[in-house]
């Protein structure tokens, strides 16, 4: 037996919670993709963040940059991670400006959910031909 959800119940929260993590990664592609349509593949990592925060802005859409994030160990503080931009407090973003992505750039953006606690996470490489063929979505 199937069990349907009342059309008058409200909608699960996982559902609702994945369909606002899925609409803000669209619209963050959208703002990297001008970022890259206007600057082009180059320059440093920090003039392509800059550039998507502006972008971020304009769209209406809250974020943090430069989040610290406290790395333990047994309980004990090694130190901090320093993570590039925390989009609507649902997605975080790693920027590269790199010849090509490897592995480890895919590792570090995991480490980065796990340790914030969000579950979705995009890595861009503005340094790629095209964009989206720099563009990682990492999910926890």
Do not use: W
Request: aromatic fraction near 6%; charge should be neutral; include cysteine.
């Amino acid at each position: 037996m199937r069990i349907q959800q009342n059309a008058n119940q409200p909608q699960r929260h996982r559902d609702t919670e994945k369909n606002d993590i899925n609409l803000v990664t669209e619209r963050i592609i959208g703002c990297a993709i001008e970022v890259d349509r206007v600057l082009g593949p180059g320059l440093l990592e920090a003039m392509y963040q800059s550039a998507i925060c502006i972008e971020l802005q304009n769209s209406k859409l809250a974020y943090e940059g430069q989040v610290l994030v406290p790395a333990q160990y047994k309980g004990c503080l090694l130190g901090e991670y320093r993570v590039d931009l925390i989009v609507e407090d649902l997605v975080v973003v790693e920027i590269k400006s790199v010849e090509q992505l490897h592995p480890v750039f895919e590792a570090q953006v995991l480490t980065y959910l796990r340790l914030t606690g969000k579950r979705v996470g995009l890595l861009f490489n503005f340094n790629s031909r095209v964009l989206k063929d720099g563009i990682k979505r990492l999910i926890l």
